[in-house]
């Protein structure tokens, strides 16, 4: 099973930007779907984004247009960029390929 790291998050005002990357210890070049989803407090997880091995996004409602998914399939790496951020984009942000989960990396958003 692919292990999966998350890092890239941290504090930031609103309208900030961060990138998120998620390295996976093993091939996710035959991995249809990679996905990043997040988890605020007394919620549930949701989704946030995910691509295909071919790198066709799919996003949120909540972040489309201010998020960019993107995987490098050579690297092992998915990564997120996200930009105009605000209060309710806190939380943890985790990556999956579909069987398992990373630990996490905590983003903030807050003046």
């Known amino acids: 099973q692919v292990q999966l790291v998350e890092s890239g998050g941290g504090l930031v005002q609103p309208g900030g930007s961060l990138r998120l990357s998620c390295a996976a210890s093993g091939s996710i070049f035959g991995i249809y779907l990679m996905g990043w989803y997040r988890q605020a407090p007394g919620k549930q997880r949701e989704l946030v984004a995910e691509i295909t091995t071919g790198g066709r996004p799919n996003y949120a409602t909540s972040v489309k247009g201010r998020f960019t998914i993107s995987r490098d399939n050579a690297k092992n790496i998915v990564d997120l960029q996200m930009n105009s951020l605000q209060p309710e984009d806190t939380a943890v942000y985790y990556c999956?390929?579909?069987?398992?989960w990373g630990q996490g990396t905590q983003v903030t958003v807050s003046s």
């Open positions: 999956s390929d579909g069987y398992g």
